[in-house]
């Protein structure tokens, strides 16, 4: 029987996992000392208690370990009683097997670091007092340890018992007190990438709040330019000028659009998430609404995957997510940009290559997790806001400057939604 692996678990299924494995290997280091014991110095002791004090403590932990097969919460108190068990285990096995006189009394100090490792102070000196208190009654409370008949004295014994509890002690701190603090690590960075994560949606929210505001406020500016447009279209013109004039009443019509989506999109759910579509068609629709964006910059596209291909769930600020990356590689590669997907059951992967100048380190430190920007007019808040809009469906993005020429590379890594799941 095996309890979940602990890297899959919190920090209380962690603690308690590692509690029961430590208790296994105790168990059994026990019952070779008892072995031995027996059959090598054929020593007169409790066997039957001792016998009884094995099976209670295995059949403790067998209870546990089927206990962390559900993933209740683990709490200290679960953690701190576990610890009391052993701590009274320890105390039994040694009163029956002489108390101080044994060797082996320094392993009270076993639950007493764990305790002090990953409890708080109050759990913590509970178990401290209870090992105390143990280790006290074995003083005046425990069966005398029998002497050797014949084969080496018993201070060589003594000695050589000494020598083995040490490096039963040393290996366990070494082993559990060192995971457990890697979980405390862990748990720490856990603990910053929320707080990061806090921080960011903070922004996201002002921003989303001053572009609802916004939308509302460019649709009479945009109207204005848009009537205007439209008498310069209809007024004699060489055809340069009216060629310009199409392109400004296009960029119009466009911006109306972006707005009218901003508007619609505060507040509101998404209206199409019931309508998953293929991929390739998703990624040929968002890359045809950038062109009519930057007609002036040549972009590249490679799709690869089974056929026919996976489904995603079409979204208003995913769309808007490439066409800010798309932008960036833009900016820092006017004369073309390049833009790879690749998928499979579940993933799409994406990259968005340019042939800028690349991307400074300090600025690869802290792309997507604050506002920096390399651009005089830029706000820094394109990366964050894509960080933040993929993340939201379980994706990631990552930036890296390109090892095989000059240029950047915006890596997206988006999962794909079920057909059967999206309906």
Same mark, same amino acid.
């Given at each position: 029987m095996t309890a979940p692996r602990p890297s899959s678990l919190d920090t209380g299924h962690r603690n308690l996992w590692r509690v029961v494995a430590l208790r296994w290997s105790a168990l059994a280091a026990l019952a070779v000392l008892l072995a031995v014991s027996h059959w090598q110095f054929a020593l007169a002791l409790p066997w039957s208690?001792?016998?009884?004090?094995?099976?209670? @403590?295995a059949a403790i932990n067998v209870a546990t370990q089927l206990r962390l097969r559900h993933r209740h919460a683990v709490g200290e108190i679960e953690v701190a009683a576990q610890l009391l068990v052993d701590v009274a285990v320890l105390a039994t096995t040694l009163g029956l097997t002489g108390g101080w006189a044994n060797p082996f009394v320094s392993l009270f100090l076993l639950p007493v670091i764990i305790a002090a490792t990953v409890l708080s102070t109050g759990p913590a000196w509970a178990v401290t007092g209870a090992a105390f208190a143990g280790y006290s009654v074995i003083g005046f409370a425990a069966l005398p340890l029998p002497h050797l008949h014949g084969g080496p004295g018993d201070f060589d014994l003594h000695v050589l018992g000494m020598w083995v509890a040490f490096a039963l002690c040393a290996g366990a701190v070494a082993t559990v007190v060192t995971r457990m603090a890697r979980s405390l690590r862990a748990r720490d960075r856990a603990l910053a990438d929320a707080r990061e994560r806090a921080l960011r949606d903070a922004q996201v929210l002002a921003l989303a709040t001053l572009a609802a505001g916004a939308a509302h406020e460019l649709g009479t500016p945009l109207a204005t330019m848009a009537v205007v447009a439209g008498e310069l279209a209809a007024a004699p013109l060489d055809a340069d000028l009216r060629e310009d004039v199409a392109a400004l009443r296009a960029q119009i019509a466009e911006c109306r659009r972006i707005v009218d989506e901003m508007a619609a999109? &505060?507040?509101? /759910?998404?209206?199409?998430?019931?309508? /998953?579509?293929? %991929?390739?068609?998703?990624?040929?629709?968002a890359i045809r609404r950038w062109r009519a964006l930057r007609p002036a910059v040549d972009v590249t596209t490679h799709w690869a995957g089974e056929q026919p291909a996976p489904r995603i769930v079409p979204d208003r600020t995913l769309d808007q997510t490439l066409v800010s990356l798309l932008n960036n590689a833009a900016d820092a590669s006017p004369d073309g940009i390049e833009m790879h997907g690749s998928w +499979? @059951?579940?993933?799409?992967?994406?990259?968005?290559?340019? +042939?800028?100048?690349?991307? &400074?380190?300090? %600025?690869?430190?802290? @792309?997507?997790?604050?506002?920096?920007s390399t651009k005089p007019d830029g706000h820094g808040m394109g990366l964050l806001l894509a960080r933040a809009a993929v993340e939201r469906f379980g994706g990631h993005v990552e930036l890296a400057n390109r090892t095989d020429t000059r240029g950047a590379t915006t890596r997206i890594l988006l999962p794909l939604a079920r057909p059967d799941a999206a309906r």
């Open positions: 208690a001792l016998a009884v004090v094995v099976a209670v @403590a999109t &505060a507040g509101a /759910p998404r209206a199409d998430a019931a309508v /998953p579509q293929p %991929v390739d068609r998703y990624l040929d629709r +499979r @059951a579940g993933a799409l992967e994406l990259e968005i290559r340019d +042939r800028g100048a690349g991307v &400074a380190a300090d %600025v690869l430190d802290v @792309a997507g997790r604050a506002r920096i």
